[in-house]
């Protein structure tokens, strides 16, 4: 199993920037998705999921009308587009994919990539 997150970089407030995590090892398409992001010196916190099912979607309030997960059963990746980025989204950012069949969690995740925001 990979995840492969890329895309982070340093970015100026107010910029954008898309993170992209691309698997393999495991069927994607039944997976729930998710990005975390870790600040320093502060624990990993939920950012965004889309479900496998239907892909319906669900934002942490912080980032709810700035950040936008989608993902591509296809290409075996998931993504973030994040816009209006400022200071407090810096973080390294994480890529998790997560399922529970016949009681059995699977949960796997990224190396991360770091995301700067600063002038």
């Known amino acids: 199993v990979q995840l492969v997150e890329s895309g982070g970089g340093l970015v100026q407030p107010g910029g954008s920037l898309r993170l992209s995590c691309a698997t393999s090892?495991?069927?994607?398409?039944?997976?729930?998705l998710s990005w975390y992001c870790q600040a320093p010196g502060k624990e990993r916190e939920w950012v965004a999921r889309?479900?496998?099912?239907?892909?319906?979607?669900k934002y942490a309030d912080s980032v709810k009308g700035r950040f936008t997960i989608s993902r591509d059963n296809a290409k075996n990746t998931v993504y973030l587009q994040m816009n209006s980025l400022n200071p407090a989204d810096t973080a390294v950012y994480y890529c998790?994919?997560?399922?529970?069949?016949?009681?059995?969690?699977?949960?796997?995740w990224g190396q991360g990539t770091q995301v700067t925001v600063s002038s």
């Open positions: 998790n994919a997560a399922r529970t069949f016949w009681g059995n969690r699977n949960d796997y």
């Open positions: 889309i479900t496998s099912a239907s892909g319906s979607t």
């Open positions: 090892g495991f069927a994607f398409s039944t997976y729930d």
